[in-house]
Nanobody, 129 residues
Framework: QVHLVESGGGSVQAGGSLSLSCAAS????????MGWFRQAPGKEREGVAS???????SYADSVKGRFTISKDNANNTLYLQMNSLTPDDTAMYYC???????????????????????WGQGTQVTVSS
């Protein structure tokens, strides 16, 4: 069963950093694609970053060079390190994963744009100016 739980959100001033975690069940962690998404009030959901089981990554242009996605295989945890935060980064952040053996071999950019079956409950990130 795919189960995802995000943590690590909070409030920070512009220029600060936050690290988000997504604790994944074993089945979720076996997914080829995993990703971080965000949605601000009144805006479309945005694919922030994605990672494949091979370790390939993809980032939205708005976060490139500031955010880093990674996986800790020992702890079945997906991370998003966010540096140089701006008020535009304020949003609810969600991690997402597919069932095991789904979409095997697709590219990291595809992982960041595709729809997912399984989502965490979200964690709020608020950046003040």
């Amino acid at each position: 069963q795919v189960h995802l739980v995000e943590s690590g959100g909070g409030s920070v001033q512009a220029g600060g950093s936050l690290s988000l975690s997504c604790a994944a069940s074993v089945d979720a962690y076996s997914s080829w694609c995993m990703g971080w998404f965000r949605q601000a009030p009144g805006k479309e959901r945005e694919g922030v970053a994605s990672i494949t089981n091979r370790g390939d990554t993809s980032y939205a242009d708005s976060v490139k060079g500031r955010f880093t996605i990674s996986k800790d295989n020992a702890n079945n945890t997906l991370y998003l390190q966010m540096n140089s935060l701006t008020p535009d980064d304020t949003a609810m952040y969600y991690c997402a994963a597919d069932p095991p053996r789904a979409y095997i071999g697709v590219s990291a950019p595809y992982c960041r744009r595709k729809a997912y079956q399984n989502w965490g409950q979200g964690t709020q990130v608020t950046v003040s100016s």
